[in-house]
């Protein structure tokens, strides 16, 4: 077992799976940000959106929470019109995807979790929310699926074997669940 650490701006970041460096950078750069500016909305999204594709999915989660709940139609606006100028970016559908899944919109999110995969198919964290909304609208035999697809992907993304586990407690497959959720804390352990 392998662990991806690298040292940026100061900073040592650790995980069970390869993080490419720039997204890493990108999260350095957001962290000093939000340390200058906690309650900014837009300091706050970035934030949480360079979290979640890294794979820091509770870091993210816990920054989103952070967020006026109305930022959403600022994200969905900001980001359709930066899609328009940069077709090919695909951190722009990935962060709309959250605007839409936040205004209620979660089959538009898919949509645009499903655009990032074509624009760059290696974002296993996109595969990884696709699962989640999915889960969240109770499909979970699509949520399983697309988890499985992650984990092909990266088998050692602690934030997909949590949803796949959960889905698998959904369906009262509890050996599965408790697998998965072993395989959580090892993989928690090494971070």
Same mark, same amino acid.
């Given at each position: 077992?392998?662990?991806?650490?690298?040292?940026?701006?100061?900073?040592?970041?650790?995980? $069970?799976? *390869?993080?490419?460096?720039?997204?890493?950078?990108?999260?350095?750069?957001? !962290?000093?940000?939000?340390?200058?500016?906690?309650?900014?909305?837009?300091?706050?999204?970035?934030?949480?959106?360079?979290?979640?594709?890294?794979?820091?999915?509770?870091?993210?989660?816990?920054?989103?929470?952070?967020?006026?709940?109305?930022?959403?139609?600022?994200?969905?606006?900001?980001?359709?019109? %930066?899609?328009?100028?940069? $077709?090919?970016?695909?951190?722009?559908?990935?962060?709309?995807?959250?605007?839409?899944?936040?205004?209620?919109? %979660?089959?538009?999110?898919?949509?645009?979790?499903?655009?990032?995969?074509?624009?760059?198919?290696?974002?296993?964290?996109?595969?990884?929310?696709?699962?989640?909304?999915?889960? !969240?609208?109770?499909?979970?035999?699509?949520?399983?699926?697309?988890?499985? %697809?992650?984990?092909?992907?990266?088998?050692?993304?602690?934030?997909?074997?949590?949803?796949?586990?959960?889905?698998?407690?959904?369906?009262?497959? *509890?050996? %599965?669940?408790?697998?998965?959720?072993?395989?959580?804390?090892?993989?928690?352990?090494?971070?």
């Amino acid at each position: 077992m392998w662990i991806f650490s690298v040292m940026l701006s100061g900073c040592l970041f650790a995980f $069970p799976y *390869y993080v490419a460096p720039d997204i890493l950078e990108e999260v350095a750069v957001n !962290e000093r940000l939000y340390a200058v500016s906690p309650t900014s909305n837009e300091v706050l999204f970035d934030l949480a959106m360079s979290y979640a594709y890294s794979g820091q999915i509770l870091n993210g989660w816990t920054t989103l929470k952070k967020l006026d709940k109305s930022y959403s139609s600022v994200v969905i606006d900001l980001y359709t019109e %930066k899609m328009k100028e940069s $077709p090919d970016e695909w951190r722009y559908p990935f962060k709309l995807a959250f605007g839409y899944f936040f205004a209620g919109e %979660k089959v538009k999110a898919i949509q645009l979790f499903e655009q990032v995969l074509r624009i760059n198919p290696d974002q296993v964290w996109a595969v990884g929310f696709i699962a989640l909304v999915y889960g !969240e609208m109770g499909r979970v035999d699509e949520a399983i699926s697309y988890c499985k %697809k992650g984990l092909a992907m990266e088998p050692n993304a602690p934030g997909i074997h949590l949803l796949l586990a959960e889905g698998y407690r959904k369906k009262k497959k *509890y050996f %599965k669940a408790f697998k998965h959720f072993l395989i959580v804390g090892r993989l928690e352990a090494q971070d």
